[in-house]
Structures are given as C-alpha cells and as structure tokens.
C-alpha cells in the first residue's frame, strides 16, 4: 500500500514526462488508498494529540500535516506498520502505528526500468 499523499510526494519530484506513466505503474504494483473521510478522523486526533510535538518538532507544518495523512491513511486501512526513514514522520507516528526502517533493495531500479 502507498497512500496517494506518498504518490503525489514522489510526482513533485519527477519531471512532468513521467507522471502518467509512473501513476500507471503505481495503481498496477501498489493499492493506493485515498485521504478520506476515514483517513481525516485519524488525521483530526492525531493533531489534536501531537499539538506539543508539532511546536517543538522544528519541522514544518506543511510537512507535519504530509506527516500526519500518511498515518491517518495507514491506519484507516488497517496497516500494521509504515515502512519510512523520514524522521518526523516517525515521531508523529510512533503512537499510533509501528514505523520500521525501509527494506535493503540488492538493485536499484529506476523508474525507466519499471515501465
């Protein structure tokens, strides 16, 4: 699973060229689950829970809120955990939902070689 906040994270760091196709690749490999209603519950307690954090964080609010719908989302979909090395989202997550490091890949591949 990788929540469409986490696609269109990728895509704004892709040249425009590549996007339908790497969408395409994403919706074949991948459930991508929407931030919904179910997801902005979560969302909405989190925030409320992590006020402190957020102020004290050093990370920005835009991020913050990425943040925070990325584990809604997971957790509205019943994920067990979230696979992220990004620090801040491991703080915000850490009481809701286990974060574990990223799996070591053998090759990289690009997303040319995914198409």
């Given at each position: 699973?990788?929540?469409?906040?986490?696609?269109?994270?990728?895509?704004?760091?892709?040249?425009?060229?590549?996007?339908?196709?790497?969408?395409?690749?994403?919706?074949?490999?991948?459930?991508?689950?929407?931030?919904?209603?179910?997801?902005?519950?979560?969302?909405?307690?989190?925030?409320?829970?992590?006020?402190?954090?957020?102020?004290?964080?050093?990370?920005?609010?835009?991020?913050?809120?990425?943040?925070?719908?990325?584990?809604?989302?997971?957790?509205?979909?019943?994920?067990?955990?979230?696979?992220?090395?990004?620090?801040?989202?491991?703080?915000?997550?850490?009481?809701?939902?286990?974060?574990k490091p990223l799996p070591r890949i053998e090759r990289q591949m690009s997303i040319e070689d995914a198409l």
């Amino acid at each position: 699973m990788a929540p469409s906040v986490v696609v269109a994270e990728i895509l704004c760091a892709l040249e425009p060229g590549l996007h339908n196709a790497f969408s395409e690749l994403m919706n074949r490999r991948f459930i991508v689950p929407p931030f919904d209603t179910q997801a902005a519950l979560h969302f909405a307690e989190i925030w409320r829970n992590k006020k402190q954090i957020k102020d004290e964080s050093g990370i920005s609010r835009a991020e913050m809120k990425a943040d925070f719908m990325i584990t809604a989302t997971a957790i509205a979909r019943g994920a067990k955990c979230i696979y992220s090395e990004d620090v801040g989202l491991k703080k915000f997550a850490q009481d809701y939902i286990d974060v574990k490091p990223l799996p070591r890949i053998e090759r990289q591949m690009s997303i040319e070689d995914a198409l």
